[in-house]
T-cell receptor, first 112, second 114 residues
């Protein structure tokens, strides 16, 4: 069976510090991978998605970037965090043919 | 671009009652998928039910069912015999398919009262 791991669960970072959130999927090959952000009291917003190694599509311009160094690894990064980057970040995957998405446990990021 | 609208920020019902959550969406596409996700206090996103736009029959999953009105672009969720464990945020979501991500509504906070 397939599983998705996302870490850390909670993170408090000062403004201007770097960020690296990691997500890995087990039990499947060539998944589509996604990063979503959920701001307080709002729905989820798609940030990035990837259909393969090194292939990243960005949905919204922002202070964040994503990378996919391996087939089942998806990383969300920032060189310098802003207060507005605070939120709940969720990684998700789907089969290459879609359409159902499976979500990780999420990371609660607080920028102080 | 697709949009999803949930007009009920919060709803509260008594245990064992039936409740309906509303969702409308906007798209110019004819083939797509619609979802209802549940987010309990743990914040784990749990798929409740899925509907393919090409299917006329409304999807059902145990106590959960949808009323899919394609022409009206409406996709409501009905929860029958509500339980305390149904208390959560409920998100309606849209997907075109393939590698496309989900477009979410802002959610409805459902509270089941004992």
């Amino acid at each position: 069976s397939q599983t998705i791991h996302q870490w850390p669960a909670t993170l408090v970072q000062p403004v201007g510090s770097p960020l690296s959130l990691e997500c890995t999927v087990e039990g499947t090959s060539n998944p589509n991978l996604y990063w979503y952000r959920q701001a307080a009291g709002r729905g989820l917003q798609l940030l990035f998605y990837s259909v393969g190694i090194g292939q990243i599509s960005s949905e919204v311009p922002q202070n964040l970037s994503a990378s996919r160094p391996q087939d089942r690894q998806f990383i969300l990064s920032s060189k310098k965090l802003l207060l507005s980057d605070s939120g709940f970040y969720l990684c998700a995957w789907s089969f290459s043919r879609g359409p159902r998405a499976f979500f990780g446990q999420g990371t609660r990021l607080t920028v102080v | 671009a697709q949009t999803v609208t949930q007009s009920q920020p919060e709803m509260s019902v008594q245990e064992a009652e039936t409740v309906t959550l509303s969702c409308t969406y906007d798209t110019s596409e004819s083939n797509y998928y619609l979802f209802w996700y549940k987010q309990p206090p743990s914040r784990q996103m749990i798929l409740v039910i899925r509907q393919e736009a090409y299917k006329q029959q409304n999807a059902t999953e145990n106590r959960f069912s949808v009323n899919f009105q394609k022409a009206a672009k409406s996709f409501s969720l009905k929860i029958s015999d509500s339980q305390l464990g149904d208390t959560a945020m409920y998100f309606c979501a849209f997907m075109l398919g393939g590698a496309d991500g989900l477009t979410f509504g802002k959610g409805t906070h459902l509270i089941i009262q004992p």
